[in-house]
């Protein structure tokens, strides 16, 4: 699994001021993909948190929901449908969840 | 072993779908003295492209497993014996035993003839069963074929030991090679015909987006739970394109089971269905989409959702092309797709505006139909999205 020491260690520009926030949910979200999509976890580590992750890993409408419903239930935040079109990314996601929605 | 008496009756290794003519218990969800309903999960079985929960069809009492765990036996083989409580099933005196009947394609056809044994130790040896000489009855390939060709020294593909007592038959090329033999029937057998109209989804969209944005997630709708019912509700005024062709005519499906392409990211694609997806609401179909995709990637698949698809839809989503010519599922005679969401220049009150557009497709069997009624399927389907209120 992606320990934060794994992603920080892959991603060392996460560790910059705020980026505990930001590699605990990076965490978060990136065991949410893992769970829905067991298969693209070996590419999670590596993965770039500033790329489009649904292109990037080949994620569908399916698994777009099922991933937006986990993240929704375990930090109880709202994720509006209008909010889809700018949370592409792991970063985006993260920011958005450690502001606690919009 | 012996054969059920008036106060028992045998439940059999179903068939889950009309490429699978074997498969093996991996795990039990019974125990004998078990009382068991319809509809209870009674085993998980491993065939080549999935797991699958089976179901029961009938209520009984489990009296004894007569398969092993992952003990590999062909479709009709009694797997458990239970004790009739009310009614049951009828009894099968002298009958043989057989699954729930379903219209499939002749498995026999696509099958090398082989004894249960051979296929066994092939499949223990990595041995393609198409690649032998059969020297049994029939030209049927027996064990000794199988051990001439393993211990053969010129045959490279041979492992030389065969030590795993229980190999994961299941792989890529496994459900590659299951792909590959069903649509080549379908393209030999099948005299498709293709169709195809662009939907306007902007009446869609809108209301899906005003819908959902007063929804909390869980509760919202995907587009591709609209396009399963808007083509539940046109094949169900039809209904020439839903159902199967056997035995040289069409036989109309009594009801709407929709199955649904699901890509698989290990590759290839299972085809879970919603039965009776005309009669069920929108809500209810898209919980029941999101159950068997879900399903599908975990492997946890239902037998009740693998036999008895009367239509099938591939939809290809935001990513994919902008439109499928299809090859149909035999023996069913339709299949529809749904392309990319596109924004395309329309003539709209003798103006060009920009409109979202989906092209929907039809593969039809020529046998069954022809392009009129094809045409009017697509012509209702481009209603129904019209109306998105209605599905």
């Given amino acids: ?102 | 072993m012996t054969p059920p008496n008036d106060a028992t009756f045998d439940y059999a290794m179903p068939s889950l779908g009309a490429d699978m003519d074997e498969g093996r218990v991996i795990e039990w969800r019974i125990a004998p003295g078990d009382t068991v309903h319809r509809g209870d999960l009674v085993a998980v079985v491993e065939t080549e492209k999935s797991d699958i929960d089976i179901e029961i069809w009938h209520d009984g009492v489990i009296e004894e497993l007569l398969v092993d765990l992952g003990q590999l036996v062909d479709v009709g083989t009694p797997i458990a014996r239970l004790r009739r409580v009310g009614g049951g099933p009828p009894t099968m005196k002298g009958a043989p035993v057989t699954t729930e009947r379903i219209a499939e394609g002749s498995i026999a056809e696509r099958r090398v003839a082989s004894s249960p044994l051979a296929r066994r130790l092939a499949a223990d040896r990595g041995i393609e069963l198409g690649d032998l000489r059969g020297s049994g009855p029939g030209g049927a390939v027996v064990e000794a074929d199988v051990l001439a060709a393993s211990t053969a020294p010129a045959a490279p593909a041979a492992p030389a030991a065969p030590a795993r007592p229980d190999p994961p038959r299941r792989s890529a090329d496994t459900m590659r090679q299951l792909i590959a033999e069903r649509m080549s029937t379908a393209n030999r057998e099948i005299p498709h015909y293709h169709l195809a109209r662009d939907l306007d989804v902007d009446a869609l969209e809108t209301w899906l987006a005003e819908r959902n944005a007063n929804r909390p997630i869980d509760e919202r709708v995907l587009p591709a739970a609209c396009f399963i019912r808007a083509v539940a509700l046109a094949a169900a005024r039809h209904r020439d394109l839903n159902g199967w062709w056997v035995d040289n005519r069409f036989e109309p499906a009594e009801s709407v089971n929709v199955a649904m392409a699901v890509s698989l990211r290990r590759g290839g694609l299972v085809t879970p269905h919603i039965e009776r997806a005309d009669e069920r609401s929108l809500d209810e179909v898209m919980a029941a989409l999101t159950e068997r995709v879900a399903a599908a990637r975990t492997g946890k698949l239902r037998s009740s959702w693998m036999t008895g698809a009367s239509i099938t839809i591939t939809h290809l989503g935001d990513t994919g092309a902008d439109l499928v010519h299809g090859v149909i599922s035999p023996p069913q005679v339709a299949l529809v797709g749904f392309g990319r969401p596109r924004s395309l220049p329309s003539a709209v009150d003798g103006s060009v505006v920009i409109r979202p557009v989906v092209t929907a497709t039809l593969a039809a069997d020529h046998r069954a139909t022809d392009g009129a009624i094809g045409s009017r399927f697509l012509a209702t389907l481009a209603q129904l999205i019209d109306h998105p209120e209605d599905l």
């Avoid at chain 1, 705020?18 to 978060?28: C, E, I, S, Y």
């Avoid at chain 1, 099922?66 to 993240?71: F, G, K, N």
């Fill in chain 1, 1 to 102: 699994m992606n320990t934060p020491d794994d992603i920080r260690a892959a991603n060392p520009s996460i560790d910059r001021p705020g980026g505990h926030d930001h590699v605990d949910v990076a965490t978060m979200v990136l065991s949410a993909i893992a769970d829905v999509a067991p298969e693209v976890e070996p590419e999670l580590a590596d993965l770039d948190h500033d790329v489009d992750v649904w292109n990037e890993l080949q994620l569908d409408s399916m698994d777009h929901l099922a991933v937006m419903t986990r993240l929704s239930e375990q930090t109880g935040i709202e994720i509006a449908e209008r909010n889809y079109p700018r949370l592409t990314t792991i970063r985006s996601l993260c920011d958005f969840l450690a502001a606690g929605g919009d």
